[in-house]
Nanobody
Framework: QVQLVESGGGLVQAGGSLRLSCAAS????????MGWYRQAPSGTERTLVA????????NYADSVKGRFTISRDSARDTWYLQMNSLKPEDTAVYYC????????????????WGQGTQVTVSS
């Protein structure tokens, strides 16, 4: 019913940049918040990287502040993560995430995830 499709991952050298995109489609009434999480190779859980609400408020993990920027194109139900000054410790699988209202489900907020995209930063 709802799909989140990511793109833009890859291999980059330390200090380089990548831009991730996430496009949502399906039975969407409105998106309350859009975000990016990551799971490191040695990690067992996904941690928040950045989030943006429908009102435009943003929240970043301390480790990426000043280097990563989240933005959105609400008209296209698409959001982005611009990653600059990448470090080897940014290596992870990045997942996009959305809290949204679906058509036919009144006032129930669903959480959806993308399939994940690998970001590898070499030293």
């Amino acid at each position: 019913q709802v799909q989140l499709v990511e793109s833009g991952g890859g291999l980059v050298q330390a200090g380089g940049s990548l831009r991730l995109s996430c496009a949502a489609s399906g039975s969407i009434r409105s998106i309350n918040a859009m975000g990016w999480y990551r799971q490191a190779p040695s990690g067992t859980e996904r941690t928040l990287v950045a989030k943006i609400t429908s009102g435009g408020s943003t929240n970043y993990a301390d480790s990426v502040k000043g280097r990563f920027t989240i933005s959105r194109d609400s008209a296209r139900d698409t959001w982005y993560l611009q990653m600059n000054s990448l470090k080897p410790e940014d290596t992870a699988v990045y997942y996009c995430n959305a809290d949204l209202f679906q058509l036919g489900y009144r006032d129930y907020l669903f959480e959806h995830w993308g399939q994940g995209t690998q970001v590898t930063v070499s030293s």
